[in-house]
């Protein structure tokens, strides 16, 4: 360790850990809604933020547009791209009761394809992008908050907040929520599973859109990113419980600490390994999660 | 009894034809030849390893590449240690790798397998994240592994050698996942593919066999990683946890056929031709661009595979 | 006094928020032709995966031939002689109907004794398909089968354990009047054998006729156990059946 327990390094690193959770919160919540509450594993999620992450890129190059802003314009093509996806998942798979397996190779194979052709379009090289406050830092007494993250994370948490009222006050949210549990009921009520669960879908991997914005704004992009990001993902699922927001949430802040602490006193370079383990302890001493049922 | 002598003739039929490739391999006198077979060979080893808990038993493994990365860097450590013959090192990725295959199986298999999967990706995310903090073999600079002068015992150029220790590890592989698909324990991970509450409640060990999946699996991707930084000569963290080894040694399989041996054989003998083609023709990224296309065509229109489309989706059993 | 065959004590199970089974008591003599009924979604199968190991319960205790049961996975307690066919027919689709047979035979009978030898193993899947009458449909894929000739390879497939606890799960749902007769017949055979067997049935003279006595389940509670025909003579049957 050899580095000074000073309250101050405390503090930041506590400050920069839930800044960058709720950031992971953002990366997250995708498929807390595809793997949570559809139980589709889409491991190719992470390739569609990194998607958002160059579409900003461009938006922002060519354009000069505010990464968030280009983003939010990108939305209804990640919805639509969703849509398609979950339709195709749907028809070659669901439909046929085929085994887990084929589906994983599906998302697997297109994680791999989204890598590769953006490797083809953009080279290895690392991308950023240019906004008023990316370089601004920001203090409070003794603590540094980084507009380049501060920003980010509390736009996840607008982002966080306006799902979880969707999910939990409109029709349609409802009938997501249902129709996990039930699938008859929810055709009873004269729903469309199917359209529901499409819907759903193409809201995960909308969110991508906007994390992928987020990315970018915290750091340079390129594209195997996508990779480091899985095992992030999937421990802060079951850690915050499969399918609950509020858990993807402390999940979120939770791993966003540890990672932040390990940075701070053993170096950048062991973060990866931190979630993974992360998941490991999760899964086998509690598989529902903090959360969870 | 019936079943040994059979597996014993299969075995020597597979001898027989490697044989026959090593010597047309030699004959044609273009030292191309072994380096490009070399990889084809590798894909086998991979492809059929991986089909033994993917395709036998429906547990997905995306992290291919830790697996065989620890059988390469098993290698670059002793190599710097202490030098030894590539068989014995083959043995030792052998043994790494199969004894964290029964770590993490250990770990996750009691879980669904969506969520073995998950970890299997992680896993390989994490141990590059070990290498790459490991200077004692080169961290993420890499590490430079210079072959021998000579091959002990034989008078061989040096990458001839190397294509021999890979074809016998094919024929390891491919006599190995002929011998368990015809065996009580094929018939055991097909129920566990099948339907895994039925395979419990029929008196089958479900835990147990798919330990002995996953650390067969694993020991034999060690296996295929321990020659390779004699291969390439200079091994960096990149290239040995590369995700094309997890695409490919999934692609080829779903495409050959995972329901038996064939499949990997006829998926990987296309997939690595066309690879080296398309690699050294057009480009290698736009080769694993088509590799991702292939595989995700393949899974949705012809989930069997080409082994499928030629016959009915049927266990070769006994009659 | 000589141990139960199986004793169910004080089992609950519960999913999330929904007690499925609560506080079950049973007690099964070696030997017994045992009638389990109820309403759907009364428990039943829920009772048959927590003693057989499926499911794991929350309280209570199995035991089977005085053998606490807890910890012992679902295929350990298939070797110690519980079988048990499911509910919706759960067929190996990649194995013909002789080799689905097969498995049961290598994994439960195998690991007890060996002294099945392949010739012998041919040999009892012919014998049980004939039983059920499957015999013709030896080489067929369970997806050619129909769901009649499914549930009674589910039949086969338990029975290809050698249990000492059979435990039938609708096994005749969807068979015609003379085939639930066969089935019947069966069963009655193999108690006569020596096997125990617990007849889970919503056909109603399939149970009478079979039944030395009958436990109904009604809403995770066990509400009456006896005589067949003092059982269904109950108040508390009765309103479960007709006043539902």
């Known amino acids: ?293 | 009894m019936n079943s040994a002598i059979r597996s014993g003739r299969f075995a020597l039929a597979c001898i027989l034809v490697a044989a026959v490739v090593f010597a047309g391999a030699r004959a044609v006198g273009n030292d191309y030849v072994f380096f490009a077979g070399y990889t084809v060979l590798q894909f086998i080893v991979l492809a059929t390893a991986w089909n033994i808990l993917g395709g036998y038993t429906g547990y997905v493994n995306f992290g291919t590449a830790a697996f065989f990365a620890l059988g390469a860097y098993a290698t670059v450590f002793f190599h710097k240690f202490y030098p030894l013959p590539v068989p014995v090192l083959v043995a030792i990725g052998a043994a790494v790798s199969g004894l964290v295959g029964l770590g993490m199986g250990y770990l996750t298999l009691r879980l669904r397998g969506a969520f073995f999967a998950i970890a299997t990706l992680a896993l390989a995310v994490v141990l590059q994240t070990l290498v790459v903090n490991w200077n004692y073999v080169g961290g993420s600079r890499g590490a430079y592994v210079i072959r021998p002068a000579e091959v002990p015992g034989l008078s061989l150029p040096y990458i001839q050698y190397l294509f021999l220790i890979m074809l016998a590890l094919a024929v390891i592989a491919i006599a190995t996942a002929r011998s368990i698909e015809r065996s009580k324990l094929g018939y055991g991970f097909a129920t566990i593919r099948d339907d895994e509450l039925a395979a419990e409640a029929s008196g089958v060990p479900t835990l147990r066999l798919k330990l002995i999946a996953t650390t067969l699996s694993g020991a034999l991707m060690g296996m295929a990683g321990a020659p390779f930084p004699y291969y390439i000569g200079y091994l960096q963290p990149s290239s040995a946890f590369a995700l094309e080894y997890a695409v490919n040694s999934i692609a080829m399989p779903m495409i050959g056929g995972t329901t038996s041996w064939i499949g990997p054989l006829v998926g990987a003998l296309l997939m690595g031709t066309l690879q080296q083609v398309t690699t050294v023709t057009i480009s290698s990224a736009v080769n694993l661009l088509i590799v991702g296309l292939l595989l995700v065509g393949f899974v949705i229109i012809a989930p069997n595979g080409l082994v499928g489309l030629v016959r009915p989706r049927l266990r070769s059993g006994r009659p | 006094m000589t141990a139960q065959l199986l004793e169910v004590e004080r089992l609950s199970k519960r999913f999330g928020g929904f007690i499925a089974l609560d506080d079950i008591n049973l007690a099964i003599t070696a030997g017994e032709r045992v009638g389990l009924i109820g309403p759907n979604g009364s428990g039943k199968s829920t009772l048959v995966n927590c003693v057989c190991g499926t499911l794991v319960n929350e309280a209570g205790s199995v035991r089977f031939e005085g053998r606490d049961l807890a910890g012992q996975s679902a295929h350990q307690r298939t070797r110690l002689g519980m079988a048990r066919s499911f509910q919706l027919p759960r067929p190996f689709a990649s194995m013909t109907v002789a080799d689905n047979l097969r498995v049961p035979l290598l994994y439960t009978v195998n690991a007890r004794r060996r002294v099945l030898s392949e010739a012998d193993i041919a040999k009892r899947c012919e014998e049980l398909l004939t039983l059920v009458g499957l015999a013709h449909r030896s080489r067929h894929l369970p997806r050619d089968l129909t769901q009649v000739d499914m549930r009674k390879l589910e039949l086969a497939r338990a029975m290809a354990t050698e249990p000492k606890l059979l435990i039938a799960d609708e096994a005749m749902a969807g068979l015609s009047s003379a085939e639930v007769n066969d089935i019947v017949a069966l069963l009655i055979r193999l108690n006569e054998s020596g096997i125990t067997v617990i007849l889970i049935e919503h056909i109603m003279r399939a149970v009478m006729s079979f039944s030395q006595r009958l436990v109904v389940l009604v809403s995770g509670r066990k509400i009456a156990d006896g005589r067949p025909d003092d059982v269904m003579r109950d108040a508390e049957v009765e309103r479960a059946y007709l006043g539902q």
């Open chain 1, 1 to 293: 360790m050899g580095e000074l327990l000073s309250y101050d390094l405390l503090l930041n690193a506590v400050m920069a850990g839930l800044l960058l959770g709720g950031f992971y919160a953002a990366v997250t919540v995708g498929i807390s809604i595809s793997f949570g509450i559809l139980d589709i594993v889409n491991i190719a999620h992470p390739a569609f933020i990194i998607l958002g992450s160059y579409i900003a890129y461009i938006l922002n190059a060519q354009l000069g547009l505010d990464p968030i802003a280009a983003s939010i314009i990108a939305l209804p093509v990640f919805y639509g791209l969703g849509a398609a996806i979950y339709q195709t998942y749907y028809l070659s798979f669901e439909k046929r009761g085929q085994d887990p397996l084929r589906g994983l190779a599906f998302f697997f194979g297109i994680l791999f394809i989204t890598e590769v052709a953006l490797v083809l379009e953009f080279g290895v090289d690392y991308r950023y992008v240019q906004a008023g406050y990316i370089d601004q830092p920001w203090h409070i007494g003794i603590v540094d908050l980084p507009l380049r993250m501060l920003v980010p994370c509390l736009m996840s948490l607008v982002m966080l907040a306006a799902l979880q009222l969707f999910l939990t006050r409109t029709f349609t949210g409802r009938a997501i929520m249902a129709v996990a549990q039930d699938q008859l009921a929810l055709q009873l009520m004269a729903a469309n599973p199917i359209r529901i669960k499409r819907i759903a879908f193409a809201i995960s991997i909308a969110t991508a859109s906007l994390a992928g914005a987020f990315l970018i704004i915290i750091q340079p992009v390129e594209p195997s990113m996508g990779r480091d990001y899985i095992g992030r993902v999937f421990a802060i699922c079951v850690l915050g419980g499969l399918g609950s927001l509020p858990g993807t949430l402390i999940g979120a802040m939770l791993l966003g600490i540890v990672e932040s602490f390990t940075a701070t006193f053993y170096g950048p370079s062991w973060a990866p390994a931190v979630s993974f383990g992360l998941l490991l302890l999760t899964l086998a001493v509690r598989p529902m999660g903090l959360l969870g049922r």
